[in-house]
């Protein structure tokens, strides 16, 4: 479940808070989502953990990391369930770093929507956040990021689009 963080106090159950993540993932195996008839231009699902877990000045990069491997699973359970015959369809992680609470698995049904998150190059390039994370990220799937800091950003920040290819 996703929950915001309302006080300083410390995170509690935490091994219990991972276990519940790696279950959801789990819940994507063998899942099809299509196209519905309202023709929207994707699908998505926020990573369902409490803010504290992965934002913040206890947040530990073995916890993010843990989590965001838990989206690539269930992002790659969507792909490897995928009917490309029912019309386009990618499945990509976009994350936020270090603003790991704002990241999501989102379909695609809209090749040119896709593109915009994709974009042309990898601005990042050569660096990767799956070896600096040490992340398993599905064999086929493309890794591009950006730096998206802004003015009055107090950290670096980068956003992460690790997907099919276009």
Same mark, same amino acid.
């Given at each position: 479940?996703?929950?915001?963080a309302l006080?300083?106090?410390?995170l $509690? /159950?935490?091994?219990r808070?991972l276990?519940?993540? %790696?279950?959801w993932?789990s819940?994507?195996r063998?899942?099809?989502? =299509?196209?519905? %008839?309202?023709? %929207? ?6 990573? =369902?953990v409490?803010e504290a877990l992965? %934002?913040?000045?206890?947040a $530990?990069?073995e916890?993010q990391?843990?989590c965001?491997?838990?989206l690539?699973e269930?992002?790659?359970h969507l792909?490897?369930a995928? +009917? ?10 976009l994350l936020?770093?270090p603003?790991v609470?704002q ?8 090749r040119?929507?896709?593109?915009g998150?994709?974009?042309e190059?990898?601005t ?5 956040i799956s070896h600096?994370?040490?992340?398993q990220?599905p064999?086929?799937f493309?890794?591009? /990021?950006h +730096?998206?800091?802004?003015? +009055? ?6 956003w992460w689009?690790i997907?099919?290819p276009?």
């Open positions: 479940m996703r929950q915001i006080s300083n106090k410390p $509690r /159950g935490i091994p808070r276990r519940a993540l %790696e279950h993932a819940t994507f063998d899942e099809f989502h =299509p196209r519905t %008839e309202r023709m %929207e231009r994707y699908t998505n699902w926020k990573i =369902p409490h992965v %934002e913040g000045p206890r $530990r990069i916890v990391a843990f965001i491997q838990q690539l269930a992002a790659s792909s490897n995928a +009917d490309h015959s029912q019309g386009y369809y990618r499945v990509a992680c936020v770093w603003w609470h990241s999501e698995i989102t379909i695609f049904y809209d040119n929507y896709y593109l998150f994709l974009g190059t990898n990042l390039k050569p660096e990767r600096a994370l040490a992340l990220k064999s086929h493309i890794e591009h /990021g +730096d998206v800091t802004q003015p +009055d950003d107090e950290v670096a920040v980068q689009c997907g099919e276009v």
